[in-house]
C-alpha cells in the first residue's frame, strides 16, 4: 500500500468516526466560486510541479509570495484604494502622507 492509499484509506475512516459533527452549511465557497474541502492532504496534491506549481517565495511562480522572506523580513501590510478628488488633490495627500512616515502607497490609475 501506498502513502498515497494509506492517506485515502484514514480519511474514509476519519470521516465514519463523526458522524454527528455537522457542518453549519452545505458547501463552502470562495470568492472565486471554488468548493472549499473539509481537509486537503497530500492526495490533493500529488500532481504538483514543485517548481512550476509552487515553487519558493520570492520566485517564480509567486504563490507563496513576492518576497523571499515575507513578513519575516517586513510587517504585514494593509492596503486601501480611495479616490481624492483631482489629480492635484490627490497629489498633494500622497505628499502629506509620505511627509508624515507613510512607508508605501497603492495607486490605481483610473
Known sequence: MTEFDKIKED???WKTAFPNNKERQKSFRNLSDIEIKRIYTPND????NYGL???FPGQFPFTRGAYPNMFRGQLWTMRQFAGFGSA???NSRYKFLIEHGQTGLSVAFS
Do not use: C
Open 53 to 55: 506549481d509552487l515553487g
Open 11 to 13: 480519511m474514509e475512516e
Open 88 to 90: 492635484e488633490q490627490t
Open 45 to 48: 496534491i500529488k500532481q504538483l
